[in-house]
């Protein structure tokens, strides 16, 4: 099943999306068949960021870089002898979703927000992580959530750090922070520190993002369970919602609950409770307080994705990225304030605390549905399972689940397209699907052992993101297209081959960025062979064509990607470079940016700034 191209929205929708772009975008037709224009770059095992002819970067804001705060600018220790004060003041580790805002009246000033996804103890600490510390908790607890730098724009068309800067931030995994929505006070919110259920520290393990029409930034908190822990005993007393969201002792990454009990489940279980949301950042305003908006669910928040309905009202689009979870929209009760101004933020504070929550059905045929999580709708209550209102929201999987979503091959980024409308998911990859005893391969996950994803979109009814109906289709199942038998179906037959698609992001003319993560042990592997290093993508939905764009370094996946509004500069970020260690030992496989022989430096992740040598619009 296909669904015919068509002529693109002329409806209030399509008006709203594009008033989301703000000013100084420069469309161009998408539809241009010339598009994307530069040529291709070859598939790469080498240990280094490759561009197209006449592009070039620069690196940003590496790992342990000071942030900019006045006062706390703390130098970068290449030996991992930053204290954890140092590391709440520098950049955190695993740069992942990020956004670009402008600075009003100042087109050569902006603000670069960026998550901070995860810690590298080896790499974070002086001496690895033989041993836990409390001092290595709160570092690493300091090496994750979310940076505000200042960036302005060089001589030369680039962009550069400003430090000090008032707009400076580091938000971690020990910053205060306010919970909002339908769950906030509930009893499964209630702490012993927090009895009130409302006020809490700390946000981590933050993945993809969304960025709101009014000027806020939504960081989505993703593998929170990890961090999560408790004596392996006590696995067996896990009950079976601890069990889908991760969150069993013995089964964590890293030993926090031996240092900080709040990190013990068998102490207080209802911790993990309060994160796995989609919080809320003003850039603008340094001293304000981070909000986590319950009434978009509780899951392994990927991306959180937002545009418009036709009436004015805010939706937002959310992966949950674990093997067989779902893909949720949300639909705010109340209509948006246009404006980015303080007025706008202040009217809009509460936009996304009241509203509808839906999870995706895609069924045969190439038509879906939206069904709405809550207590009383679609079988979920008291006899399913559900005491309150408020359990819907934090156990949304299970929710989910009575109401009868699709259980998807691991939703990533999703998109929606600056003119149609049209909404695009990374599906990444999903090694278990088909396996017995697990869920069957359906219409919309038709592979089994599902190596290297693909990328589905559907289109709302009437072009309106407040629709329950929509059409689907397979946009691309990735792959490599030689390989016999494996189900590969790219959009055209100029395409460009790719695996384990993930960030995924429109710039204002229309052309998709599609960026790869394919598992650091996996990278020039068997059927991994012919992909060579992560990757970064461009595509024109319009015509299938496909372009490699860049390739990054050893170990590296690509993630987080914004094009400025005048399309001149594209900010990527390179994350966990040197994930592979080399065989029998602890060397990382690449020393990127620092260093060109692995074990020469530690690698850092970092963003790029990536332009035109000519200044001209990057992808045309
Ligand atoms: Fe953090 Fe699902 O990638
Ligand atoms: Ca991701
Ligand atoms: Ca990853
Ligand atoms: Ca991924």
């Known amino acids: 099943m296909t669904f015919a191209r068509r002529e693109l929205l002329k409806t209030g929708a399509a008006?709203?999306?594009?008033?989301?772009?703000?000013?100084?975008?420069?469309?161009?037709?998408?539809?241009?068949?010339?598009?994307?224009?530069?040529?291709?770059?070859?598939?790469?095992?080498?240990?280094?960021?490759?561009?197209?002819?006449?592009?070039?970067?620069?690196?940003?804001?590496?790992?342990?870089?000071?942030?900019?705060?006045?006062?706390?600018?703390?130098?970068?220790a290449p030996d991992g002898a930053n204290s954890a004060e140092d590391q709440a003041a520098q950049a955190g580790m695993h740069h992942d979703g990020m956004h670009f805002f402008p600075v009003e009246g100042r087109p050569d000033r902006a603000l670069l927000v960026m998550n901070h996804e995860y810690t590298d103890e080896q790499l974070l600490h002086a001496d690895g992580i033989r041993e836990w510390t409390a001092a290595k908790v709160r570092k690493s607890l300091h090496a994750?959530?979310?940076?505000?730098?200042?960036?302005?724009?060089?001589?030369?068309?680039?962009?550069?750090?400003?430090?000090?800067?008032?707009?400076?931030?580091?938000?971690?995994?020990?910053?205060?922070?306010r919970i909002a929505g339908p769950a906030a006070g509930s009893t499964w919110l209630r702490t012993v520190a927090d009895p009130a259920g409302n006020a809490m520290l700390g946000t981590f393990a933050n993945c993809a993002m969304g960025a709101t029409p009014w000027g806020t930034y939504l960081t989505c908190e993703e593998n929170f369970h990890g961090y999560f822990g408790g004596p392996k005993e006590a696995a067996r007393q896990a009950s079976p919602a601890q069990g889908r969201y991760g969150t069993v002792p013995g089964s964590q990454w890293a030993e926090y609950w031996r240092f900080d009990e709040r990190f013990d489940l068998t102490r207080h279980p209802n911790e993990p409770h309060r994160f796995g949301w989609v919080v809320e950042i003003d850039p603008f305003d340094p001293a304000s307080t981070p909000v986590k908006r319950t009434a978009l669910g509780r899951k392994a928040q990927e991306s959180a994705t937002c545009t418009l309905t036709r009436d004015g009202r805010v939706a937002v689009y959310m992966g949950d990225d674990t093997r067989f979870e779902y893909i949720y929209k949300f639909v705010s009760r109340d209509r948006m304030r246009p404006g980015r101004d303080a007025a706008a933020r202040s009217a809009n504070r509460e936009?996304?605390?009241?509203?509808?929550?839906?999870?995706?059905?895609?069924?045969?045929?190439?038509?879906?549905?939206?069904?709405?999580?809550?207590?009383?709708?679609?079988?979920?209550?008291?006899?399913?399972?559900?005491?309150?209102?408020?359990?819907?929201?934090?156990?949304?999987?299970?929710?989910?689940?009575?109401?009868?979503?699709?259980?998807?091959?691991?939703?990533?980024?999703?998109?929606?397209?600056?003119?149609?409308?049209?909404?695009?998911?990374?599906?990444?990859?999903?090694?278990?699907?088909?396996?017995?005893?697990?869920?069957?391969?359906?219409?919309?996950?038709?592979?089994?052992?599902?190596?290297?994803?693909?990328?589905?979109?559907?289109?709302?009814?009437?072009?309106?993101?407040?629709?329950?109906?929509?059409?689907?289709?397979?946009?691309?199942?990735?792959?490599?297209?030689?390989?016999?038998?494996?189900?590969?179906?790219?959009?055209?037959?100029?395409?460009?081959?790719?695996?384990?698609?993930?960030?995924?992001?429109?710039?204002?003319?229309?052309?998709?960025?599609?960026?790869?993560?394919?598992?650091?042990?996996?990278?020039?592997?068997?059927?991994?062979?012919?992909?060579?290093?992560?990757?970064?993508?461009?595509?024109?939905?319009?015509?299938?064509?496909?372009?490699?764009?860049?390739?990054?370094?050893?170990?590296?996946?690509?993630?987080?990607?914004?094009?400025?509004?005048?399309?001149?500069?594209?900010?990527?970020?390179?994350?966990?470079?040197?994930?592979?260690?080399?065989?029998?030992?602890?060397?990382?496989?690449?020393?990127?940016?620092?260093?060109?022989?692995?074990?020469?430096?530690?690698?850092?992740?970092?963003?790029?700034?990536?332009?035109?040598?000519?200044?001209?619009?990057?992808?045309?």
């Not at 241009?32 to 592009?55: E, I, M, N, R």
């Not at 030369?156 to 931030?169: D, E, I, K, L």
């Not at 709708?377 to 689940?401: E, T, Y």
């Open 15 to 76: 008006a709203a999306v594009v008033a989301l772009l703000g000013e100084g975008c420069a469309p161009i037709a998408a539809g241009a068949a010339t598009l994307p224009g530069f040529a291709s770059v070859p598939a790469s095992l080498a240990d280094a960021v490759v561009l197209p002819p006449g592009y070039e970067h620069e690196v940003l804001y590496p790992w342990g870089t000071p942030t900019g705060i006045a006062g706390a600018m703390p130098a970068w």
């Open 351 to 620: 936009l996304l605390d009241h509203g509808t929550l839906y999870v995706a059905r895609y069924d045969e045929g190439g038509r879906g549905a939206w069904l709405e999580l809550a207590h009383g709708q679609n079988g979920i209550d008291a006899a399913s399972g559900f005491a309150d209102p408020a359990q819907v929201l934090v156990h949304a999987r299970l929710a989910a689940d009575v109401a009868g979503g699709t259980k998807m091959d691991r939703p990533e980024w999703i998109a929606v397209h600056p003119q149609s409308g049209e909404v695009y998911v990374t599906l990444t990859n999903n090694s278990q699907r088909g396996e017995p005893g697990k869920p069957a391969l359906d219409a919309a996950n038709p592979r089994a052992n599902n190596l290297f994803g693909g990328i589905l979109r559907w289109r709302e009814d009437g072009g309106d993101a407040a629709a329950t109906g929509f059409d689907w289709d397979h946009f691309a199942l990735a792959g490599n297209p030689r390989a016999p038998g494996a189900g590969v179906r790219y959009p055209g037959a100029d395409a460009d081959a790719f695996g384990s698609p993930d960030g995924l992001h429109f710039d204002s003319g229309g052309l998709l960025w599609i960026q790869t993560d394919v598992g650091g042990s996996l990278i020039g592997t068997g059927p991994y062979a012919a992909l060579g290093n992560n990757q970064m993508l461009c595509a024109n939905p319009a015509t299938g064509r496909i372009r490699r764009f860049l390739t990054g370094p050893n170990g590296c996946e690509i993630t987080g990607c914004v094009v400025t509004p005048d399309r001149r500069t594209l900010f990527v970020n390179i994350q966990h470079p040197g994930e592979r260690r080399e065989a029998g030992g602890d060397t990382p496989n690449s020393a990127w940016p620092d260093g060109t022989v692995p074990g020469s430096a530690r690698p850092r992740s970092a963003t790029l700034v990536v332009r035109r040598r000519d200044g001209g619009i990057v992808g045309s």
């Open 144 to 177: 994750m959530g979310v940076s505000v730098i200042e960036i302005e724009r060089t001589a030369g068309g680039g962009w550069r750090q400003v430090m000090p800067s008032p707009w400076a931030r580091r938000i971690h995994g020990a910053t205060p922070m």
